[in-house]
């Protein structure tokens, strides 16, 4: 839900915009999609002095995955997610990072940019959205960098 930002909803009614998800990963190991059925030893943590939400999970004979979100206070509507992976035996990784946009925006549109960052005129990938709320009232906008 995105905090204080509201549409015009059914019969005239105020309702809260539902946000766009911007940690919607899915990670393939070996050209298979990991799922619920295929890990064990799952567990989460929620650490509320730090602002964290922690994931770990083991893929049998295959990799330990640990993944934890930080919400960014400093920082409205933001958050950092960091994803680790220890490979138990040789294997390929593939990580996709999707938006998940609710069906309620109109006029969604997405792309990516390239960046300059740092002194050392390194770049980053930025992928941005944005769409209309129902109603046209707000736009909501979505950026996400990815760090090697």
């Not at 019969?11 to 059925?37: D, T």
């Not at 979100?69 to 040789?90: C, F, H, M, W």
């Amino acid at each position: 839900m995105l905090n204080h930002v509201f549409d015009i909803g059914d019969a005239g009614v105020n309702q809260a915009l539902q946000g766009i998800n911007p940690f919607h990963l899915e990670l393939f190991l070996n050209k298979q999609k990991v799922e619920m059925s295929s890990i064990k030893q799952w567990k989460q943590s929620l650490d509320l002095k730090k602002a964290t939400h922690t994931t770990s999970f083991i893929i049998p004979g295959k990799a330990e995955v640990r993944y934890t979100i930080t919400a960014l206070r400093n920082l409205p509507y933001s958050g950092l997610i960091e994803v680790e992976v220890k490979a138990l035996d040789q294997i390929q990784m593939q990580c996709f990072n999707q938006m998940d946009i609710p069906n309620s925006y109109i006029d969604v549109r997405k792309r990516l940019v390239e960046a300059n960052v740092g002194l050392d005129g390194g770049k980053e990938m930025i992928l941005q959205a944005e769409a209309l709320s129902a109603q046209k009232a707000h736009k909501v906008v979505y950026n996400s960098v990815s760090y090697n």
